[in-house]
């Protein structure tokens, strides 16, 4: 299996963080270095949930896995579209919108 895909010598938090009921879940992956990284999934929005809000303790680099959503982030007016294979960048203290009309799966940078 590639590297690409998956994170040799890790340790994993056992208990997920949920969000919106279930509806967004992720788990904090550890590296050997101290560095962490959150592998997450969110389901589609939809009349219950029209979007998901989200906030920043830290800089963040949000890396699209599968999907494809559009973002908001706390100073802008518009949407961006992201797809699989792209990333959007959130200061830290800050927060973003995401609508989804499908299932996003997500690995969240912690930057800063």
């Known amino acids: 299996m590639p590297n690409s895909i998956r994170f040799d010598h890790v340790s994993v938090e056992k ?30 929005c939809d009349s219950e949930v029209a979007e998901y809000e989200f906030h ?23 949407y961006t579209y992201y797809r699989a294979g792209q990333a959007f ?4 203290h800050s927060s ?3 609508k989804n ?3 996003v799966q997500y690995i969240c940078h912690f930057e800063g």
């Not at 208990?15 to 959150?38: C, H, L, P, Q």
């Open 96 to 98: 973003y919108t995401m």
């Open 15 to 44: 208990i997920a963080n949920v969000y919106y009921e279930g509806r967004s879940f992720s788990r904090t992956v550890w590296f050997e270095d101290g560095r962490k990284k959150m592998l997450g999934i969110i389901l589609p």
């Open 56 to 78: 920043t303790e830290s800089s963040e680099r949000i890396e699209i896995l599968a999907g494809e959503c559009e973002v908001k982030r706390a100073d802008e007016d518009d």
């Open 101 to 103: 009309e499908e299932i």
């Open 89 to 92: 960048v959130v200061e830290g």
